[in-house]
Structures are given as structure tokens and as C-alpha cells.
């Protein structure tokens, strides 16, 4: 009788110790999860996985058609025409803001370190990684965020992507962006993507460590 109320004893111990271990082991992982249209976000948030050893998860768009992402890459390829009052005078579609994206659930309980990756749309982050955003809960987890966009962010939008961030009770640990274009206006190739992606690395392992 001794005997086993010790067995029950060390077994439930047992029990109580690998709980606690899987609870704080449990949410250590890195996630790197992004949105991309036309594949430059993606591009560089593959380098960052990669070299992060993490999991990735693409959300898909799909509210959004390939109507407005046409229009814009038609009329406005390399330049920031889109953004000019009279261009938006014209006949440019309104994207669906509040859009569903899939997939339909990510379990971010495992991560602890997130990297999130948008492209610029209409001056935001990309109406996907809004409804990621306001769609879950990331308290306490420690988040770099990344854009991509063929204008420089500057400080006022950077400020509101972070407060974003922020709202979803994630902590920014810092914010990077890439120019997809050049000072010439033209769009980068995929290596001087890639470099200018690489080039982020050691900031983004330093402050996710
Ligand atoms: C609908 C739409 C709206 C965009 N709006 C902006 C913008 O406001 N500012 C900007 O710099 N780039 C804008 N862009 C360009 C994208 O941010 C840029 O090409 C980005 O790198 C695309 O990322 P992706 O290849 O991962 O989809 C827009 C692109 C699309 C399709």
C-alpha cells in the first residue's frame, strides 16, 4: 500500500514537472508569418525563416481580388502615382479592408518571437495582416515587423504599423522595411531583394535572441 501511494506520488510528480517543463518550453518557437501579393514580401520573409529556423505560415488574401492589385500594378508599377490626389480621383478600386484571410486558424501558442511581413497597400500594412492582427491575441510576444513597399515608410506610418502591432498586446521589438524599387524606379531583381533582406539578418537575430 506504501509502495504504491509512493508510485502514484513520483508519477504524478513526474506529471507535474513535464507540464510545467512543456509550459515553458512550450512557447519558445519563432514564427515568421506574411502576407504577399506579388511574391517580394515573401521572397525576404523565406531568407528570414530560413536563417531563424522557423516556422512559416503564408496568409492568403481572400476578400481582395486581383481587380485592385491589377489596377495598381498597371497604372503604377514602379512609381508612387497611385498616391497623387488627381490618381485617386480616378477609376482606382477601394480594397476590402475588413478581409478574410486564410489559413482559418494559426495556433500562435507555441511562439514566443514572431516575425510579421506586409507589404505597403494604399499606405497601410496589407489588409490581411490587419485582420491577423485584429483577429488575435500575441500578448507578451516579441514581434519584428517587416515591410515592403516602393516608397520609404516614413515615420508617421511606420508609427501607426507598429501601434497596430502593439494592439494585438505583442511588444514591437523592432521594425524593418525594404524598398522593393530602386532610385531609378526600377523594381529590384530577385538577388538585390534578396541582398537587401540578408543585409537585416543580424539585427533580426539580435533582437528576437
Ligand atoms: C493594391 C496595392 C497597393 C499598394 N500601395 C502602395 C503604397 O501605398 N505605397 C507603396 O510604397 N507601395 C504600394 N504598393 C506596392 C507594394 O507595397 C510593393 O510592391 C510590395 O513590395 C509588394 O509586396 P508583395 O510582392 O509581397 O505583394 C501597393 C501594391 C498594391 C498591389
Known sequence: MVFLKKRILSISLMVFFLACF???????QTLVVF?????????????????????????KDLKNSSDLINWY??????????????AAKGDRPKPVMDTE????SIDFSKYSRIVI???????????????LLSHYRLDRKKVVLLTTATAIVQFPHQKAYKDAVRASGAEVAAYYQIRVINDQKKELAREELLYEARK?????RAVLK
Open 35 to 59: 502576407y504577399s501579393h506579388s511574391g517580394k514580401t515573401k521572397t525576404a520573409c523565406e531568407l528570414i525563416a530560413k536563417d531563424l529556423k522557423a516556422d512559416l505560415i503564408e496568409v
Open 117 to 131: 511581413g506586409s507589404p505597403v497597400w494604399m499606405g497601410g500594412l496589407a489588409p490581411a495582416i490587419k485582420k
Open 200 to 204: 537585416l539578418l543580424p539585427a533580426i
Open 101 to 104: 484571410i486564410s489559413p482559418a
Open 73 to 86: 500594378t498597371k497604372k503604377d508599377k514602379h512609381t508612387m502615382e497611385a498616391q497623387k490626389p488627381d
Open 22 to 28: 512543456r509550459g515553458w518550453a512550450g512557447d519558445t
